[in-house]
């Protein structure tokens, strides 16, 4: 085995890359549980945004349109989790889990006709001489624009939550349902937005996968980033900055397992495929001590 | 202006009604979507709900009916045992694979030994607690821990599936099968095969999903444990004070859901499967969670779901091989259903009432003190 054939500057190019659809997805669903909602469909709002996003693209041959299909698929998918939710008042882990695998019948069905073809995917930006700088220009100056527009989310929504009114009700309603009603706030509207949100996120990070991470469409082919998008807003106690954190460190191991596949390490590639999951598992395990908001996964009605 | 109104007490006519409902909702939107893929809805859904049972070649089908709702219903009953005390153990699917894979390990071991009387029962052993070990992962580390059980079990199927892999072109690996991936097949072996009769349909593991629904039905209306689990569900703080240990619940529910579905896939490898291959597991563990909600928990509903779920996976066949309906269809069928019953299910809890729109204000609280829970 050769580690020599692994670069580090490409490593971490690449580990942001693969870091990116979980990050996205992370980040929507932070905004989701802080305004008290626990959505665990995140996983079925991703593969549907990943068909989306490929068949918006293939038909317009643009693939930012396709990030807007993407994104919009995630969302009217989250819109179904909110109807059942806010408005039927089901349980929210039930419907989660409905969603995921209603997303993953959806998604099958809808990219039937759209397996091995290949869809438009993003240039990387190209900043001239500072793309060519040593070591740094790579990774600062030299990814696709999604990659930066993910990191601009996640200080969108840091400073929204930190600095904004809006932002404040939004943490209200997720620490105490009860009391922001009180004081005037519609608790429903509040949740279905930030549920809006959380699902046109999740679309985004599928649409990654499909149109520039793989770039193909494969049935069930976020293979459990939804479950590790989840896992990581737990790690991050809820705190946009650790999230990326977070993100970026998953994306590592997977970049890493996927360079060690490469590289020819003498054990099987099914253990190794199974490493970014065992992570997960052990971070959970280590940092399983934040607060998470006070009404979360509670289902709220103004009974008198 | 409709305005829902908690009832004080759970609709018992609704209970039942629900999941009826919910059938019939996912059958009328079904319709539609098959119309939408281009086909006649009405063909769709006597090919997929009445052929398998009443045509001319159901005589081939209803065996297959035991072959499917096996594993759905025994998977089921140990998934309800942790969902109505709110553990919620999604990873039944990890549990399955590592059942089988245990099951299998130790029938391989023993070939080409004639000997169904000591093989056949500790293959029964080995599987129920590869599964039971399995969960007993999120179990622990829930209780030692306080991680997530959800995101844990979850997170364990992955590695089941990876693991799998690994076995079926590594240790696992036929010696005799010319370098092709899978074992040994053990339905072929006459002393680890778990078969009964193979034209009726009849494996060991229709006979413990049966055991199994008396078993959860006797334990949760007359045993303890079952009154503890009811009352954690309903209460938390209550099932505290009156002196529930929470971590030895979990584990108990955790472990005795990890066991079915160990054994569910134990049967399945030795039976209808026959090999341990890549692709052995075929997303029961996630179907059963849908059987569990259908059956609104309770093992005989759970028994009738399952059978009906079954059905639905025959009857795709069916109409795939028909009717040319995508296979994905018949997946999306089964969610759909899920989301009907959770939505149809605001009935069983809430009152639907006609309000007027200027009766609002006055009628609207001036400060609600807790949300429903």
């Known amino acids: 085995m050769d580690l020599s054939t692994i670069n580090p500057a490409l490593l971490v ?76 008042l089901s349980n929210q882990v039930a419907t989660g889990l409905a969603l995921t695998l209603f997303g993953l019948g959806l998604s099958a069905l809808l990219g039937q006709g759209y397996i091995g073809i290949r869809a438009p995917t993003l240039p990387r930006v190209d900043l001239g001489p500072l793309t060519d700088l040593p070591v740094v220009g790579r990774i ?46 519609n608790v429903r509207i509040v949740r279905t937005c930030a549920i809006a949100f959380g699902g046109a996120c999740a679309g985004l990070g599928g649409g990654y996968l499909s149109l520039v991470r793989v770039p193909q469409w494969t049935e069930g082919m976020t293979a459990g980033a939804g479950w590790i998008a989840l896992a990581i807003v737990v790690f991050a106690s809820w705190k946009p900055w650790r999230l990326l954190l977070g993100a970026y460190l998953f994306g590592g191991v997977t970049v890493l397992q996927l360079n060690l596949q490469a590289g020819g390490l003498a054990v099987p590639v099914e253990y190794l495929s199974m490493s970014p999951y065992l992570v997960t598992i052990l971070v959970l395990v280590v940092m399983s001590a934040g607060r998470a908001p006070g009404s979360l996964g509670r289902t709220f009605h103004a009974s008198s | 202006m409709l305005k829902l109104e908690r009832r004080p007490q759970a609709s018992t006519a609704w209970t039942y009604a629900t999941p009826l409902l919910a059938v019939l909702l996912t059958m009328i939107a079904g319709g539609l979507l098959f119309a939408a893929l281009g086909k006649d809805p009405f063909v769709a859904i006597r090919t997929i709900f009445w052929d398998p049972l009443f045509s001319e070649f159901s005589s081939f089908y209803r065996p297959q009916l035991l072959v499917k709702g096996a594993p759905l219903v025994l998977i089921a009953i140990g998934l309800s045992f942790g969902f109505r005390a709110g553990i919620w153990n999604i990873g039944a699917e990890g549990q399955y694979i590592v059942g089988a894979l245990c099951g299998a390990a130790v029938g391989l071991a023993f070939y080409p030994m004639e000997a169904r009387w000591l093989i056949l029962p500790l293959m029964v052993i080995a599987g129920a607690l590869g599964g039971l070990l399995w969960a007993m992962i999120p179990g622990l580390l829930k209780v030692r821990f306080g991680t997530n059980e959800i995101l844990v079990s979850l997170m364990l199927v992955y590695v089941a599936e990876n693991l799998l892999a690994a076995m079926a072109l590594g240790p696992l690996r ?58 954690t ?27 079915l579905a160990g054994l569910a896939g134990m049967f399945e490898v030795a039976g209808p499967a026959g090999q341990v291959s890549i692709d052995f597991n075929v997303g029961y563990g996630f179907t059963a969670i849908i059987v569990a909600f259908l059956g609104r928990l309770h093992p005989v509903g759970i028994l009738l779901a399952g059978g009906l779920m079954a059905l639905t996976y025959i009857g795709g066949e069916i109409a795939q091989n028909q009717l040319q309906l995508p296979a994905a269809a018949i997946q999306l069928f089964q969610g759909m259903l899920l989301f009907f019953l959770l939505a149809v299910d605001v009935l069983t809890h809430y009152r639907v009432r006609f309000q007027r729109a200027e009766h609002r204000p006055a009628a609207k609280p001036a400060a609600a003190p807790e949300a429903a829970e």
């Open chain 1, 13 to 88: 190019a690449s580990l942001m890359v693969a870091a990116t659809p979980i990050l996205l997805a992370a980040i929507g669903e932070l905004v989701v549980e802080r305004s008290g909602v626990l959505n665990l469909g995140v996983e079925g709002m991703m593969i549907t945004g990943a068909v989306c996003g490929f068949i918006a693209a293939v038909w317009t041959q643009n693939p930012w349109v396709g990030f807007v299909g993407a994104a919009l698929g995630g969302a009217v998918l989250a819109l179904l989790f909110a109807l059942l939710t806010q408005v039927l």
């Open chain 1, 140 to 185: 600062l100056f030299g990814q696709d624009p999604m990659v930066y527009l993910s990191l601009l989310i996640v200080a969108g929504v840091w400073a929204f939550l930190k600095f904004s009114r809006a932002g404040l009700v939004l943490r209200a309603v997720g620490e105490n349902h009860g009391a922001a009603h009180a004081l005037g706030y």
């Open chain 2, 174 to 231: 036929n010696p005799e099968g010319m370098g092709f991936p899978g074992s040994r097949n053990l339905s072929q072996y006459e002393s680890a095969t778990t078969w009964i009769d193979r034209s009726a349909g009849m494996h060991w593991g229709v006979v413990a999903a049966l055991i199994a629904v008396i078993g959860a039905y006797v334990i949760m209306a007359r045993h303890i444990l079952g009154f503890q689990i009811r009352l």
């Open chain 2, 233 to 259: 569900g309903q209460s938390p703080r209550a099932a505290a004070f009156s002196g529930v240990n929470p971590a030895r619940l979990v584990l108990v529910c955790l472990g005795t859901s990890g066991a």
